[in-house]
């Protein structure tokens, strides 16, 4: 029961606005099932599947608003569940930023779906941890990986007419392996929609060559230096951006959009003239929902345009406060890339650091976007376009701004974690400190 179709949830939904005695109902059905794998010191650990399907039920009575939900669907389960929403609602305080439920919407269909990933089997799943396993074991390295796979359908229905109805699908793949002795370490991310994408066995290798070259690192002063992030390294920064980029907190003062003396940022250059950032919910590459939790129509959006500053993101609430139209937040982030390889940028390198991952990312400073963190799972020096050897990990203290101002050469997109995100080189990216973990 875990995939609904379209007509089986519609019809559990009119049910349920059926039950209704409130001023206005909004109802969101969705289910997945998911199998995974999870191995440890080479041997399988633990695997599974499951299957949920769940109702939330939030009831409007003027202002004063409260939400229920449930995972049984007779009938007399439905009207258990609207009634208890509607109980709470009229004992809840009036919410001043309460909106009417929007009504009637429509939506473009986003490509989020794919039989292959559903049909995934426990025999597939095993093959994964066996193409992972055994090459590191010939390698005398210990590999730790899970693998999680998913289908599901999320629908929403309201008293004003609105009904909204998906399917998607995907695959997440991580993988770290560390050397014998305790002194190498490499990791890898994969994460797909189809899973005809995925190479498990070409994933693997590449942390297991990480892994074995990074043995016996050496420490290098902390300071300023050229790096080359791969985007498993960006990626977090970049959406600790993007994600932020909300009217609201602008207009309010209390974002890195906000200007000294009131007013924002749209509109100025922010960063490198190279930089281009939108999200696309219809990117075959990266699909993504095409209605947000409100029912707003996903579409296209640009958020920074040759550097510029073009949109930021307006809830429902204050729109209507400011007089202009609701822009729903990214779904996907999608930063336009170059041509070059990883390979290529570090032969284009006199002197550097290539950065696998960034972990541990805390906010140092909220309004100027600067944050700490650590490399980790391979960090290595580059020298006249070589990796020369591996460093142990450092402290950075850096902003997604500066970086993005300090660019030096934009490669090649990849997917990682539902975006597109090129590999980077930047100049004078600061590390502060060194730590011995590995």
Known sequence: ??????????????????????????????????????YARNTVTTSGFNDDISLGVTANFGKRSASSTINEFD??????????????????????????????????????????????????????AKNSIEPAKAK??????????????????????????????????????????GTGSGWVSRDYNDVNQFNGAEASAVALEKAIMSREAKAIEPGKYTVIMEPAASVQLLGNMLYNMGARQADEGRSFLSKKGGGTKIGEKLVDERVNIYSDPFNELVPANGWNGDGLPRERTSWIENGVVKNMSYSRYWAKKQGVEPVPGPANGIMVGGDATTEDLIKSTKRGILVTRLWYIRTVDPQTLLYTGLTRDGTFYIENGKIKHPIKNMRFNESPIIMLNNLEELGQQQRINGNLVPVMKIRDFTFTSLSDAV
């Not at 390295?141 to 929403?156: N, Q």
């Open 140 to 181: 005398d390295v210990t590999a730790a990986g899970y693998l999680e796979d998913s289908s599901g359908f999320s629908s929403i229905m309201n008293s004003k007419g609105l009904f909204a109805y998906s399917q998607e699908s995907e695959l997440e793949f991580t993988v770290t392996m560390r050397t014998s002795d």
């Open 1 to 38: 029961m875990a995939i609904l179709s379209k007509e089986e949830a519609k019809q559990i939904l009119e049910k349920v606005m059926s039950f209704s005695t409130a001023d206005s109902l909004e109802a969101g059905l969705s289910g997945s099932g998911r199998g995974n794998i999870r």
């Open 75 to 128: 009938d007399e389960s439905l009207r258990k569940v609207v009634k208890r929403a509607e109980e709470l609602a009229k004992l809840a305080p009036e919410n001043p930023e309460f909106m009417e439920p929007l009504g009637p919407q429509e939506y473009k269909e986003s490509k989020t779906y794919f039989k292959s990933t559903a049909d995934i089997s426990p025999e597939f799943r095993a093959e994964i």
